[in-house]
């Protein structure tokens, strides 16, 4: 059982390059998110979609751009990375049953030099 | 809008000895709380849910939390934990009827020999 797929898993970026995280789930869901998580403040929701050719600002959204243009794929592009940018990306999905409930991918290490 | 705290960074215990890991949250609203767990290296999955009805929830590998209204909180519990139980824990709430969570910072439960 595939769930939620995160390709690439790591990725070492230039200060200014530009890269795109592939998130893919199989389970039919609606709703997807990006996640960024960061040494003592959890996860931090960049971008999410309650459905395809949607998206939506999470609480840190500055310096990514997302795109749903299928329902089983949610893209997070950085444009021109920064340093700051250095995290481990999450992407999860949910299937809109209205609890909430979300399954992850295994995560995307990204560092940038 | 909603928030989780998770008090402890950190919780170093003994193999065998009982553990809590402290969740409060504050909201106006109704809720749905979470706890997800993290192991090393990988994503996130889900422990255990409070949706509705008993306050006491019994998720997987022994674990379980109780709702309490008048508290604000969902801390969870293990009668006696295991080497294999060392991971970040993360405590999550949303508000029923949307679809985004919000997560604390994370509690990391080290067990010992």
């Known amino acids: 059982n595939a769930g939620v797929t995160q390709t690439p898993k790591f990725r070492v970026l230039k200060t200014g390059q530009s890269m795109t995280l592939l998130c893919a789930q199989d389970m039919n869901h609606e709703y997807m998110y990006w996640y960024r998580q960061d040494p003592g403040m959890g996860l931090r929701l960049i971008h999410y979609?309650?459905?395809?050719?949607?998206?939506a600002k999470g609480e840190v959204p500055d310096g990514y751009n997302v795109s749903r243009l299928k329902k089983q794929n949610f893209l997070l592009g950085l444009e021109s990375a920064a340093p700051s940018q250095t995290s481990v990306y999450f992407c999860?999905?949910?299937?809109?049953?209205?609890?909430?409930?979300?399954?992850f991918g295994e995560g995307s290490r990204l560092t940038v030099l | 809008a909603q928030s989780v705290t998770q008090l402890d960074s950190q919780v170093p215990v003994f193999e065998e000895a009982p553990v809590e890991l402290r969740c409060n949250y504050s909201?106006?609203?109704?809720?749905?709380l979470f706890w997800y767990v993290q192991y090393p290296n990988q994503g996130l999955q889900l422990l255990l849910k409070y949706l509705s009805g008993s306050t006491l929830v019994k998720g997987i590998n022994g674990f379980e939390a109780e709702f309490n209204k008048s508290q604000t909180s969902f801390h969870l519990r293990k009668p006696s934990v295991h080497i294999s139980d060392t991971a970040e824990y993360f405590c999550?709430?949303?508000?029923?009827?949307?679809?985004?969570?919000?997560f604390g910072t994370g509690t990391r439960l080290l067990v010992s020999p």
């Open positions: 999860a999905s949910s299937g809109g049953d209205s609890t909430g409930e979300l399954f």
């Open positions: 909201s106006s609203v109704s809720v749905y």
């Open positions: 979609s309650v459905g395809e050719g949607t998206t």
């Open positions: 999550a709430v949303s508000r029923t009827g949307f679809q985004k969570l919000v």
